[in-house]
C-alpha cells in the first residue's frame, strides 16, 4: 500500500499527558500537510511542510503543539499537555507540489483526551 | 469566519436518481476546488475538482459544477448508488491548489434503495 499512513489510529490519553502521532506521506510528495476535525466540523488546517521547512501554521495551534518533519519524509504532530478540547480527528495530508494537484489523505489518528 | 459553506447538513435521494450537493464561498482567492467523500473513521477520499478556468468538470458519474459569479459549486452524482451514502465535503484552495485547503461542513448523503 503506497497510501498516506498515520500511526497510532486511536489513542486515549489522560488530561495533562503528552501525545506523539506519525504520518508517513506518499513517497513522492515533497508536501505534508496536518488537519484537525472534529465532530460536525470539516478538516480545519494546522500546519504544513515543504520537505523539511514548516511553510505555514494556523492560529489554531497553540504552543503546546510542535510539528516536524526531519528529513523531509515522514513527519510528527506532538501536542503536551493535553486538554479535553484537543480531543479530535488528527489527519494527515500529502501532495506533490504544483498547481491543480490534490491531496491525499491518511486514515487520520482519534485522539481522545479524558 | 466559514469560508466555505455546506447550508444543507444532510441529503436523502432514492438509489439512481440524481444527487446535488451544494457548496457556496466567500474568498475570492480561491481558485481551485475539490470535493472529497469520507465514511466513517476514515480519512477523506478525493472525487473530482475542478480549477476557476473551468466551469464544468466530469468524471463518469461525478461533475462538478462551477459558477464563479454566484461563489457557488455543485457536486453532481448520477445514477446515485448506495455506495455513496457517505459525507462529502466541498474544500477550497488558493494558487491553483498550491496553498492550504479550506473545508466546508459537510454534506451527510445517504442514498434510499
Known amino acids: 500500500d503506497t497510501g498516506v499512513s498515520q500511526d497510532p489510529r486511536h489513542k486515549i490519553t489522560k488530561r495533562g499527558q503528552n501525545v506523539t502521532f506519525r504520518c508517513d506521506p506518499i513517497?513522492?510528495?515533497?508536501?505534508l500537510y496536518w488537519y484537525r476535525q472534529t465532530l460536525g466540523q470539516g478538516p480545519e488546517f494546522l500546519t504544513y511542510?515543504?520537505?523539511?521547512?514548516?511553510?505555514?501554521k494556523s492560529r489554531l495551534l497553540s504552543d503546546r503543539f510542535s510539528a516536524e518533519r526531519p528529513k523531509g519524509s515522514f513527519s510528527t504532530l506532538e501536542i503536551q499537555r493535553t486538554e479535553q478540547g484537543d480531543s479530535a480527528m488528527y489527519l494527515c495530508?500529502?501532495?506533490?507540489?504544483?498547481?491543480?494537484?490534490?491531496?491525499?489523505f491518511g486514515q487520520g489518528t482519534r485522539l481522545t483526551v479524558v | 469566519d466559514q469560508q466555505v459553506k455546506q447550508n444543507s447538513p444532510s441529503l436523502s435521494v432514492q438509489e439512481g436518481r440524481i444527487s446535488i450537493l451544494n457548496c457556496d464561498y466567500t474568498?475570492?482567492?480561491?481558485?481551485?476546488f475539490l470535493w472529497y467523500k469520507k465514511y466513517p473513521a476514515e480519512g477523506p477520499t478525493f472525487l473530482i475538482s475542478?480549477?476557476?478556468?473551468?466551469d464544468k468538470n466530469e468524471d463518469g458519474r461525478f461533475t462538478v459544477f462551477l459558477n464563479k459569479s454566484a461563489k457557488h459549486l455543485s457536486l453532481h452524482i448520477v445514477p446515485s448508488q448506495p455506495g455513496d451514502s457517505a459525507v462529502y465535503f466541498c474544500?477550497?484552495?488558493?494558487?491553483?491548489?498550491?496553498?492550504?485547503?479550506?473545508f466546508g461542513t459537510g454534506t451527510r448523503l445517504t442514498i434510499i434503495p
Open positions: 474568498n475570492s482567492m480561491f481558485d481551485y
Open positions: 474544500a477550497a484552495s488558493a494558487n491553483f491548489g498550491n496553498e492550504k485547503l479550506t
Open positions: 511542510f515543504q520537505n523539511e521547512a514548516q511553510l505555514e
Open positions: 513517497s513522492e510528495h515533497n508536501r
Open positions: 475542478i480549477s476557476s478556468i473551468k
Open positions: 495530508a500529502s501532495r506533490q507540489g504544483g498547481i491543480q494537484v490534490e491531496a491525499f
